[in-house]
C-alpha cells in the first residue's frame, strides 16, 4: 500500500511540474486584437514575457512591415517606458486607401526608464492606429533586448505547421465589411431604417396590448357594478 501510495505522488507531482513548467514555444513574443481588420483602424496588444533568469527586458523594438505599411500609430503612455514612433521614408509613394505617402511606421520603440521586465514577469504594450494592411495577417519582428546586453531577435516566419525557434508575432486580420471601414463602420441605412421599423412595431404592440386591458378592466368594472346593484334590489325587496 505504501509503495502504490508514493508511486501516485510520484506521478501527480511529474503532472502538475508538466502543467507549471511552460514549454519554450510558448514563451515568446505575441500580439493580439479585440478589433484589428484589414483597411481598418484598431488596437494591438503586445505580451512580453521575460525569458532570462538573470537579467530583465530593458528595450523592445517593434518593426512594421513598409512593403503593406501602416501610415499611422498612436502608444499608450506606460509607466516606467518611453515610447518612441520611427517614421520611415519610402524609396516611392504607395497607395494607402485613398492616400499617396510618402512615409510610414517603421518601428516602435519601448525603453525602459525604471526597472523594466522582471525575472519570471511579463508586461503589456498596446498601440492603436492604422489603416491596417488589407492582408491576412500582420507581421511584426520584433527584438527583446535585456539589461545584461542579451538579444532575443523575434522575426522568423513560419512557412508550414511547425513553428519556428525565434517566431515573430503575427495577428491574423479579419476581411474588411463591406462599407471598407473594416468592421467598425457606422451602420447601413436600411440597418438603421429596419431598427428604427422594429421600434416602431414594438411601440404599436404595447399599445394594442395595454388598450385590450383597458377594455377588460372597463368590462369587469361594468359587470361588478351591475351585480352589486341586482344585490341591492334583492336586499330591499
Do not use: C
Not at 521614408?89 to 494607402?96: I, N
Not at 494592411?133 to 522568423?156: C, F, I, M, R
Amino acid at each position: 500500500m505504501k509503495r502504490t501510495t508514493r508511486a501516485r505522488l510520484a506521478a501527480a507531482v511529474l503532472g502538475t511540474a508538466a502543467v507549471l513548467v511552460p514549454s519554450t514555444a510558448s514563451a515568446h513574443v505575441t500580439v493580439s486584437s479585440p478589433d484589428a481588420a484589414q483597411g481598418g483602424y484598431g488596437k494591438l496588444v503586445l505580451r512580453v514575457p521575460n525569458e532570462s533568469d538573470t537579467a530583465a527586458t530593458t528595450r523592445l523594438t517593434v518593426t512594421f512591415p513598409t512593403d503593406t505599411p501602416v501610415t499611422s500609430i498612436r502608444t499608450q503612455p506606460k509607466p516606467g517606458w518611453d515610447a518612441k514612433v520611427v517614421m520611415t521614408k519610402l524609396d516611392e509613394p504607395v497607395e494607402v486607401g485613398d492616400l499617396t505617402v510618402t512615409e510610414v511606421v517603421g518601428s516602435v520603440v519601448y525603453t525602459a526608464t525604471a526597472g523594466g521586465i522582471g525575472v519570471g514577469e511579463f508586461d503589456e504594450f498596446q498601440l492603436s492606429g492604422g489603416p491596417l494592411p488589407e492582408t491576412d495577417t500582420l507581421v511584426l519582428p520584433t527584438k527583446q533586448e535585456y539589461a545584461d546586453g542579451e538579444v532575443a531577435d523575434w522575426s522568423q516566419v513560419a512557412t508550414g505547421d511547425e513553428e519556428p525557434e525565434k517566431p515573430a508575432p503575427t495577428l491574423e486580420l479579419a476581411a474588411a465589411s463591406a462599407d471598407g471601414h473594416g468592421g467598425h463602420g457606422a451602420p447601413a441605412a436600411d440597418e438603421q431604417d429596419e431598427a428604427s421599423a422594429s421600434s416602431d412595431d414594438g411601440t404599436d404592440t404595447l399599445a394594442r396590448v395595454l388598450g385590450g386591458l383597458g377594455v377588460l378592466v372597463g368590462v369587469g368594472g361594468v359587470a361588478l357594478a351591475l351585480r352589486e346593484n341586482r344585490r341591492r334590489a334583492r336586499t330591499d325587496s
